[in-house]
């Protein structure tokens, strides 16, 4: 696997590459994208760490699997490019936006303008096979994905952690309170936002803890 990432998660994420778990993770990827239809396109997989660099990390976003249909998945978790219809999950998250800080719903749900910002939208599974939620699951993502995650709530400070739905605050279980901000809400899906998502208020949570900490709020 040919890693295109931003050199500051290069150095930080470096022996997470020379593990043997990635070597057989990158022979597994390579296989996949030459005999299966795989999302999102091979140059894309690392996107969330081309947009949102190391030094101006301030919010982390986690999902679980990239959108297997076409078009969706362009490597940042919960966005589309434009064009692309808004997935439900992503309608809730505008429609949290919009009761918790009256924006009005955007033209298009590419979410690049958040990382531009200094938001990583990580999923836990960088691919997935077209149609086959799940299907890149338990081959090695997740180790390396948790190991970004163990990386930024050891050697970062004050990051907003927003954590939608049991798999994510699970995942990000360990981070340290004290040190950093972890916002706890059900899934934006339409199976649970329901239940807490809507009206969760993370978005003006975040700003007002990075306005706190002199870190310059995200524009939502």
């Known amino acids: 696997m040919d890693v ?4 500051g998660w290069k150095n930080l994420l470096e022996e997470e590459f020379s593990k043997p778990y990635f070597g057989d993770l990158a022979g597994f990827i390579k296989s996949e994208y030459q005999n299966q239809v795989v999302y999102p396109k091979g140059k894309e997989i690392f996107n969330a760490f081309a947009h949102c660099t190391v030094d101006k990390l301030k919010v982390v976003i986690l999902g679980q699997d990239p959108y297997h249909g076409p078009g969706q998945a362009h ?3 919960f966005s589309v490019r434009e064009g692309i219809p808004f997935p ?3 309608l809730n998250i505008f429609k949290e936006i919009n009761r918790d800080l009256g924006h009005s ?8 303008k958040w990382a531009d910002q200094g938001v990583l939208l990580l999923n836990a599974t960088l691919t997935v096979r077209a149609h086959q939620a799940g299907s890149h699951q338990n081959k090695g993502w997740e180790i390396f994905t948790d190991a970004v995650i163990h990386k930024i709530a050891t050697t970062k400070e004050n990051v ?3 954590l939608w739905g049991a798999y994510a605050q699970k995942k990000a279980s360990f981070i340290d309170e004290g040190r950093h901000l972890k916002l706890h809400a059900p899934h934006p899906s339409p199976l649970s936002a329901h239940r807490g998502f809507l009206g969760c208020g993370h978005f003006s949570k975040a700003n007002a803890y990075l306005k706190e900490k002199d870190k310059g709020e995200i524009r939502w």
């Open 75 to 77: 490597g940042l978790s």
């Open 105 to 112: 719903m955007p033209p298009n749900g590419d979410l690049t």
């Open 88 to 90: 439900p999950s992503l």
């Open 160 to 162: 907003v952690f927003m």
């Open 4 to 7: 295109k990432i931003e050199s």
